[in-house]
C-alpha cells in the first residue's frame, strides 16, 4: 500500500477481554515495529519483525502481550485480559532494508490504534 | 543501550518567532539520529535525520538540526514558526549494531497567534 496502515482506529473494549490489532506494513519493507505511545511517556518499543521472525521480543512488557506476522507482510499484535494499564496508542511502523546497517532505513508510522480498556 | 531525553516537555512559542527543541542522547559510539513529528491523531513524520558528515542537517518544512557531539546533543530549529507547526515532537537515537531505537518523551508545540 502507500503507507502503513493500522486497524482498527480506535478500539474500546472491557477490562480482561482480549484484543488484535492490525498493522499492513508498506509494500516491500521487510522490518516491522511496534510501539507503544502513552500519555507523555514517548514511544516504548514493544517488538521488532525482520521478516516472520521476531529477532527481538526485549519490550514486550508482559507474557499477555504478544505478536506474530505472517508471509513477510500483515502483523497482528495480540492483547489477553487486558488491564486498564494497557490503555494507550499502538503505533506501527515499518522500513525496508536497504541500508544493511537496520538504524538506517527510515521507519514510515501508521497513524496508530488507540486503545481504551474500561 | 543508547537513549534519549528531551528536557522540554511544553513549548509555546509566537508564529513568526523562532524555535529551538532541545535533545540530548546518551550513547557511547556516533548515534543515528532523527527528529520526528506527530500531529494530532497522524503517525509520526521524519523531519530530518542525522548519519555521519555535515553536523548541520537540513529537514523538510524549513527544519534544521545541529549535532553537537561534545554536548551529546541534536537540538531542532526552526528561523520563524508557523502556526501549522503546532505539533508534537520527538527526537529519536539509533545505534549501529541493534535495531532498537529509541525515543524521547516528546515536545509539545503550541504556537500563538
Known amino acids: 500500500g502507500a503507507g502503513v496502515s493500522q486497524s482498527p482506529s480506535n478500539k474500546v473494549t472491557e477490562k480482561g477481554k482480549d484484543v488484535e490489532l492490525r498493522c499492513d506494513p508498506i509494500?516491500?519493507?521487510?522490518?516491522l515495529y511496534w510501539y507503544r505511545q502513552s500519555l507523555g511517556q514517548g514511544l516504548e518499543f514493544l517488538i521488532y519483525?525482520?521478516?516472520?521472525?521476531?529477532?527481538?521480543k526485549s519490550g514486550l512488557p508482559s507474557d499477555r502481550f504478544s505478536a506474530e506476522r505472517t508471509g513477510g507482510s500483515v502483523s497482528t499484535l495480540t492483547i489477553q485480559r487486558t488491564q486498564q494499564e494497557d490503555s494507550a496508542v499502538y503505533l506501527c511502523?515499518?522500513?525496508?532494508?536497504?541500508?544493511?546497517?537496520?538504524?538506517?532505513?527510515?521507519?514510515?508510522f501508521g497513524a496508530g490504534t488507540r486503545l481504551s480498556v474500561l | 543501550a543508547q537513549s534519549v531525553t528531551q528536557p522540554d516537555i511544553h513549548i509555546t512559542v509566537s508564529e513568526g518567532a523562532s524555535l529551538e527543541l532541545r535533545c540530548n542522547y546518551s550513547?557511547?559510539?556516533?548515534?543515528?539520529l532523527f527528529w520526528y513529528v506527530q500531529s494530532p491523531g497522524q503517525g509520526l513524520q521524519l523531519l530530518l535525520k542525522?548519519?555521519?558528515?555535515?553536523?548541520l542537517v537540513q529537514g523538510i518544512k524549513g527544519f534544521e538540526a545541529e549535532f553537537k557531539r561534545s554536548q551529546s546533543s541534536f537540538n531542532l530549529r526552526k528561523p520563524s514558526v508557523h502556526w501549522s507547526d503546532a505539533a508534537e515532537y520527538f527526537c529519536?537515537?539509533?545505534?549501529?549494531?541493534?535495531?532498537?531505537?529509541?525515543f524521547g518523551a516528546g515536545t509539545r508545540l503550541t504556537v500563538k497567534p
Open positions: 529519536a537515537v539509533g545505534a549501529y549494531n541493534n535495531n532498537d531505537m529509541r
Open positions: 550513547y557511547g559510539a556516533t548515534p543515528y
Open positions: 542525522y548519519f555521519s558528515g555535515d553536523t
Open positions: 509494500s516491500g519493507h521487510t522490518a
Open positions: 519483525f525482520q521478516g516472520n521472525s521476531a529477532p527481538d
Open positions: 511502523a515499518s522500513s525496508s532494508r536497504r541500508d544493511t546497517t537496520l538504524a538506517k532505513n527510515i521507519q514510515y
